[in-house]
């Protein structure tokens, strides 16, 4: 079974330039995350999607940032303009979701590391 | 107070120990997750539960519903067991995950 995609692995970007990570969660999983990891920190979530619709992007920078999940598979994730402070790994997981389920088990991606100068 | 709560922040012991690492949370959940993640490196799901306890070769989860506490144990640490350990929850409903801190693992050989 193939894994959570991310791409790309590394970027390194001056401030006031824009970035885009790419996702592609695992076949059939509704529900995907993108997590920020600031090093020395644990995951925030930035955004949730149940397939193309958002769940919850209460902690996502409006302002910057911007993430889409057009038809419910392939999600990216934008910035524009960057900042010195959104130097992170970004994560990208994935899980089954059903109501009656529950979550899921939680499948993450190895992360893009984006480094603004 | 963060809705999940682990300790020890830091653990540092000898190969061959047994280690436990613990999560309290205080919110409503669904299930409780801990998540392995190695310098540099993604992140792994360990275990996922509801109830009870799971084990998966050196390692065994358990959670304690009512008193709203999880604990990870390790068998035999080995160095390559070094990591960092993350439990997090998700919510009833939106199965919104709230991460603990994690908490930092140094293995000693």
Same mark, same amino acid.
């Given at each position: 079974e193939a894994g959570v995609a991310q791409s790309p692995r590394y970027k390194i970007i001056e401030k006031r330039q824009s970035v885009a990570f790419w996702c592609n969660p695992i076949s059939g999983h509704a529900t #995907?995350?993108?997590?920020?990891?600031?090093?020395?920190?644990?995951?925030? #979530?930035?955004?949730?999607?149940?397939?193309?619709?958002?769940?919850?992007? =209460?902690q996502l920078p409006k302002d910057r940032f911007s993430a889409e999940r057009l038809k419910g598979v392939d999600s990216t994730l934008k910035i524009q303009p960057a900042k010195l402070e959104d130097s992170a790994?970004? #994560?990208?997981? =994935? =899980?089954f979701w059903g109501l009656a389920a529950g979550t899921g088990e939680l499948f993450f991606g190895e992360g893009s590391r984006l480094t603004v100068l | 107070k963060n809705e999940v709560e682990q300790s020890p922040q830091n653990l540092t012991a000898?190969? $061959?120990?047994?280690?436990?690492?613990?999560?309290?949370?205080?919110?409503?959940?669904?299930?409780?997750?801990?998540?392995?993640? *190695?310098? $540099?490196? $993604?992140?792994?799901?360990?275990?996922?539960?509801?109830s009870g306890k799971k084990k998966h070769g050196r390692l065994i989860a358990t959670i304690n519903i009512q008193?709203? *506490?999880?604990? +990870? *144990?390790?068998?035999?640490? *080995?160095?390559?067991?070094?990591?960092?350990?993350?439990?997090?929850?998700?919510?009833?409903?939106?199965?919104?995950?709230?991460?603990?801190?994690?908490?930092? +693992?140094?293995?000693?050989?």
């Open positions: #995907l995350y993108w997590y920020q990891q600031i090093l020395g920190q644990g995951p925030k #979530l930035l955004i949730q999607f149940q397939n193309n619709g958002v769940v919850d992007d =209460s790994v970004y #994560l990208c997981a =994935s =899980s | 000898q190969e $061959g120990e047994f280690i436990t690492i613990n999560c309290s949370y205080s919110v409503g959940i669904s299930a409780l997750h801990w998540l392995q993640q *190695h310098p $540099g490196g $993604g992140i792994v799901s360990l275990f996922m539960l509801s008193e709203k *506490h999880s604990s +990870l *144990h390790i068998t035999a640490s *080995h160095p390559r067991d070094s990591a960092v350990y993350i439990c997090a929850a998700s919510r009833f409903g939106n199965e919104k995950l709230t991460f603990g801190t994690g908490t930092r +693992l140094t293995i000693i050989p």
